[in-house]
């Protein structure tokens, strides 16, 4: 009997030993490979892998990455998902409607850079987005891209209130998030879902909603329109400056983009429109902050290839249109008299005892809002930023007086003319402010031949309507009291139309009192530059 206990006993044991050993086996089995899932994720999560271009500088300027990318990227298939999210809130068919530019061949608009970080591909905007625009001969013409333009479609202020006003919609929550980017062709995995929908679309929302309430700057200054932003307020609202206490008179700092070809020949000047910064190295530095990029997350090769590009080669095509050679060459010595001390001997040669100086408001008297609004406060504020990267802080920014004389190279592509873009075309620019236009379209990338600009005057390109630019109160103005216009004492006065004057460089020194051949002869020579 006992015999019999024991024997059963010992095949219970067996069969308990083997079981216990399938199970240690498969614990053992199931732990290996829930490291190596930890462990892969652990390395997808530290992935930090821009889409470069380094062989090709304009791919990279185009496309590559400033850093920015790295804080504030957006999920590939969620930027695809928003715009059909929220279609109410985008104004037209997707990220082309806020002037974006597609090229062949590439899935995301020029002024996007791709980075692989925390686990997802992440798009975010880059240099290009600002500077980089198209031109038309014809309406029928495929536009011409061209890289170092001022980015003449994009609309910022509308971006930001359409992602924006999304983040505000009940839409905007994971689950349709996801939806959104799935049904926009993104495929996640189960553990990605889990990070999109606990982590990211609410950390997104939270950024937007947070990005609406710092740039509350926007709702005390006329719409830009396309082509234009603010360029100090953002840095203000960043630094969370109480931007509703600041004085009244240095609220509005909206300026068309510029060129930014020829920077080494730009060395030394005193440039952005203000004139408050000498060195190059820090107007490309401060720009990257513009894109979200910051010492710890700056992506400092790729900067250096941008930066190299924007020295070295970045030049403006020609004229790509026939010139009148006799009105151009009358037109050169008119230009070497009136223009070239403050602008350059050419578009190639910008010597000139004042280029790349000040110009007081008190003699330009060009509209003051942007000089007022970038301060002596915040000059300071710039200077103490990144104090644990003693090489990195910036030394050059100082507050001015006026604006800057700039050289003219690529003049053609640079409509509207002024800091705040304020007159269509060159013709314009050379008539006494009562006589340029009081209200114009901006938006349209077709050459004004004639008058050397963009066309200006069509509301609208089938159906779609321009961004109607207002210098001043033009209708009803009773009820809406307009900005003194010309400013009245060289001070910004905030309302409806501040920052928008079209007034100023004026006067004989500016050559609009010459006679209009003289003027239609500068204007064919500004073609050469
Ligand atoms: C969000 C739009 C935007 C982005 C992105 C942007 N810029 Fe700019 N950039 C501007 C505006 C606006 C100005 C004019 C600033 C002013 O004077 O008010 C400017 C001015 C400049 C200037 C000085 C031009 C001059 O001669 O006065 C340079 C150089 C420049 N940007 C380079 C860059 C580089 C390099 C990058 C990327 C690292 C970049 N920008 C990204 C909008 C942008
Ligand atoms: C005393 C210096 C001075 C003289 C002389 C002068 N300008 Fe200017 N010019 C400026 C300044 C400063 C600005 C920028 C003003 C602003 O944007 O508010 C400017 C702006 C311009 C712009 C617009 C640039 C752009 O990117 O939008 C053009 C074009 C221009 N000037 C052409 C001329 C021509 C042509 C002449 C000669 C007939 C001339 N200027 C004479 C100082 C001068």
Known sequence: MSGFLSRVGSHLCRAGCWVWRRRCRFAGAALILLLAWAGYLYYDYRRDEPQAFYENPVMQFKYG???????????????????????????????????????????????TSLRRSLGFERIFLNCAACHVGTYRAEPSDKPVVVVGMPANHLELGKLEKSLTDCALDESFNPWQVIQAAEDSGAKYSLFDRLVLQYVVVPAMRELLIFARFRFRFLDNEPDSGPGRFDTFNPAKALLNWPLDLVPRREMIGIVDFPSVWNQSQREGMWLHWDGNNNSVEERNRSAAFGTGAVPTTLDTKSLSVIADWLRTQAKPPPWPFPIDPVRAARGKPLYETYCSACHGMSGKDFIGARVGKVEPIAHIRTDPCRLDNYT??????????????PDLRFRHFRKTDGYANMPLDGIWLRGPYLHNGSVPTLRDLLEPAAKRPAFFYRGYDVIDREKVGFLSNLPSEKGVPFFRYETRCIENCAAEPPAPSPPADNVCVPGKWAGNSNAGHEGKEYGTDLPPEDKDAIVEYLKTF
């Open 65 to 111: 990455s400033t850093g920015g990318d790295r804080l504030a990227g957006i999920p590939v298939g969620i930027w695809n998902g928003l715009p059909k999210l929220c279609r109410k809130y985008f104004p037209g068919e997707g990220w082309q409607s806020l002037g974006f530019i597609y090229e062949d061949g590439m899935s995301r608009p020029i002024g």
């Open 376 to 389: 002596h406060a915040l000059a300071a504020e710039q200077g103490n930023l990144y104090s644990g990267f």
